[in-house]
């Protein structure tokens, strides 16, 4: 199962940086979204397309229909800067999570 | 406090093997329903699952890495071993193990960079 991402967003502070994430019939499955930045391992910040986890700020929200879903974030800070992973689990061959390509995100 | 921390060497030469350790606190390994990930990103690359295992002992491998990763569990120790035979410098990158939601990973180590080197 692919994921596709764009390879790259900007942003101005204060705006929204919307994140897409395209597979077959993605809707049909339960995206996560995690931020990476620099130097630093993942951090889960949306599961099961639209929770949060606690301590993530509600400026991030999540959406998926169709074949595309979407990481929005919104009030763009400086430290958000980062790169964003989609991920499902495949249960139909490989059994196990599948990431996208990743989404740097660059705050203007 | 769910906390998850690599260990192992930062440096094999081609063709051994590489051995590193999740060790896990704030939750234990041994209970049925909890799943550890291994993880790697290749530097500049995207995230790359690698292996998981789950406290019934049931184990998944990435296909692409099948013939060349083990995962096994040490629940005296609440830990998760991966054991990569054969390593070339494909293999270099940054390892990290995670604790396994329903379908996500919640809890991410800081990672470990391994290089694959003569």
């Known amino acids: 199962y692919v994921l596709t991402q764009p390879p790259s967003v900007s942003v101005a502070p204060g705006q929204t940086a919307r994140i897409t994430c395209g597979g077959n019939?993605?809707?049909?499955?339960?995206v996560h979204w995690y931020q990476q930045r620099p130097g630093q391992a993942p951090v889960l910040v949306v599961y099961?397309?639209?929770d949060r986890p606690s301590g993530i700020p509600e400026r991030f929200s999540g959406s998926n229909f169709g074949n595309t879903a979407t990481l929005t974030v919104s009030g763009v800070e400086a430290g958000d800067e980062a790169d964003f992973y989609c991920q499902v689990w495949d249960t139909d061959t490989v059994h196990g999570p599948v990431f996208g390509s990743g989404t740097r995100v660059s705050v203007l | 406090q769910i906390t998850l921390k690599e260990s192992g060497p930062t440096l094999v030469k081609p063709t051994q093997t590489l051995t590193l350790t999740c060790t896990l606190s704030?939750?234990?390994?041994?209970?049925?329903?909890?799943?550890v990930a291994w993880i790697r990103q290749p530097p500049e690359k995207a995230l790359e699952w690698v292996s998981l295992?789950?406290?019934?002992?049931?184990?998944r491998h990435s296909p692409s890495l099948l013939s060349k990763v083990t995962v096994t569990k040490d629940t005296a120790k609440n830990q998760v071993v991966l054991t990569v035979t054969h390593v070339d410098p494909g293999d270099t990158g940054t390892y990290y193990c995670g604790r396994l939601g329903n379908s996500w990973v919640g809890s991410w180590g800081q990672g470990i960079l391994v290089t694959v080197s003569s």
């Open positions: 295992i789950y406290g019934d002992g049931t184990v």
């Open positions: 099961e397309d639209d």
């Open positions: 019939d993605i809707g049909s499955k339960r």
């Open positions: 704030g939750f234990s390994i041994n209970s049925g329903g909890e799943g």
